[in-house]
């Protein structure tokens, strides 16, 4: 309908916003001050929430926690099976802060297992701890998901000693791999419940209305306490079977485009360790996100993430400069 396309409006914000940052970004050293730019906005965001959490164990934001749902109000984290380690959380699962971790936290965590200087595993080391920290506290499942898979992606394809604990990990997994899935898909039976309640309402009202409802909808499956936890189902909530080629379109490109990263990188890699580190990097980090956005929670990626996704789509400007300077190179050494 005409009013579901006016109120897709924020759709189609975030779908102008990736286009005009794939604009504004043109060469490596652009690409590295925006990954610099989104990690110095998760340090200090971390920071804003340790000291959220102290505040609300402390009581010192009496005000704040009367603007913030019952859900965000300090509580003991339930994700821990053994109550002598659950810690006070006062981002519960309604906050779902964690999401937003999925990037910079997979990211520092990739670097200790390619081959970089020892500063930077360093500068990573207490922002991984703290970010780690804020992660437990936090009582949402789709961040732990997300970053296990950019965790052993990068330890498969890491270029350092740390890869052969791959072998240990897989040792371990007979034991592991149980506890572990059932507490990504049945930790809570509510949420197994309210994903399977949710796919025929938002198949019907797709059929219903091919170009969308806009955030209205979405609006009103949340007060039902349905939630699409999909990104291509929020696709179809806001903006219909456009918004959702749209973004499978945006999916398959970025897929191509870490091809070609690896094209143009893997024949020199030994020689630009720090930029073939990056690549594999942010696409395990890509592929984290991707599954824990279609399988867990949906503020992964689509709602809020964006700018990740640009990012995503510009790796090969790492393999395009190393490529030009392998070139150089070899241009310097025959003259």
Partial sequence: TIEGVRLSFSFIVKICSYFLLLQFIRNEKEL????????????????LAIYQQYAFISGGMPKLKTV??????????????????????????????????????????????????????????????????????????????????????????????LRYSLFVLLMMAPILIVPVYEFLFFHRETSVATRQEVLPIVFEFALQNPLGGGILFFQKTNEMQLGAHS??????TFGGIP????????????????RKSFNGIWSIRDNYPMRYAF?????AIFVGALITSELVHPRTTNKDH?????????????SEAAVEDEKRIKFENST
């Fill in 32 to 47: 590295t001050k925006s990954i610099k730019m989104i990690m110095i906005g998760a340090g200090l965001a971390t920071l």
């Fill in 306 to 318: 964006w700018a990740f996704l640009a990012i995503f789509f510009l790796t090969p400007l790492f």
């Fill in 68 to 161: 913030m749902m019952e859900g965000a109000v300090s509580g003991l984290n339930y994700n821990f099976p053994y109550a002598p380690l659950r810690p006070l959380a006062g981002m519960n699962h309604s906050a779902a802060f964690g999401s937003y971790l999925t990037f910079p936290l997979a990211l520092l965590l990739g670097i200790f297992f390619f081959r970089m200087p020892l500063k930077y595993r360093l500068w990573a080391l207490i922002p991984t701890i703290l970010m780690f920290l804020v992660l437990v506290m936090n009582d949402t499942r789709a961040a732990y998901f997300s970053i296990l898979i950019s965790f052993l992606i990068c330890m498969m394809l890491g270029n350092n000693k």
């Fill in 231 to 236: 990104s291509f189902l929020q696709m179809l």
């Fill in 279 to 283: 690549i594999i990097i942010l696409s």
């Fill in 243 to 258: 918004a959702m080629l749209i973004y499978l379109y945006i999916l398959v490109s970025i897929f191509f485009q870490f």
